[in-house]
Nanobody, 126 residues
């Protein structure tokens, strides 16, 4: 069964950094567009960053541009999200997601992602 497992969340103070990881269970994800989303209670899941299969096309939400960096290591089947300059408004559950079709384009639409991790909590205190 296909699995995406996030790790690296935690409690930090404003201005600090965290790196999230998402381990994919199958090598096929090396050929798929992947992304990070986040969600807070009562709100819809929000796009954070996306990356195409080879890492040449990257897209960020305006709210995280210049602070967050998405990357991937296809040799290890791992997706990363380096978060710097964290703010209290970044507090959320963060999910990684993958598109099932190989070579797919980066998309901000959560409905276009087929596989999701269980989420990891990031809490930023002021």
């Amino acid at each position: 069964q296909v699995q995406l497992v996030e790790s690296g969340g935690g409690l930090v103070q404003a201005g600090e950094s965290l790196r999230l990881s998402c381990a994919a269970s199958e090598r096929t994800f090396s050929y798929s567009a992947m992304g990070w989303f986040r969600q807070t209670p009562g709100k819809e899941r929000e796009f954070v960053a996306g990356i195409n299969w080879i890492g040449w096309v990257i897209q960020y939400a305006d709210s995280v541009k210049g602070r967050f960096t998405i990357s991937r290591d296809n040799g290890k089947n791992v997706l990363y999200l380096q978060m710097s300059g964290l703010k209290p408004e970044d507090t959320a559950v963060y999910y990684c997601a993958a598109v099932s079709s190989p070579g797919g384009r980066v998309t901000t639409d959560s409905d276009e992602y087929d596989y999701w991790g269980q989420g990891t909590q990031v809490t930023v205190s002021s």
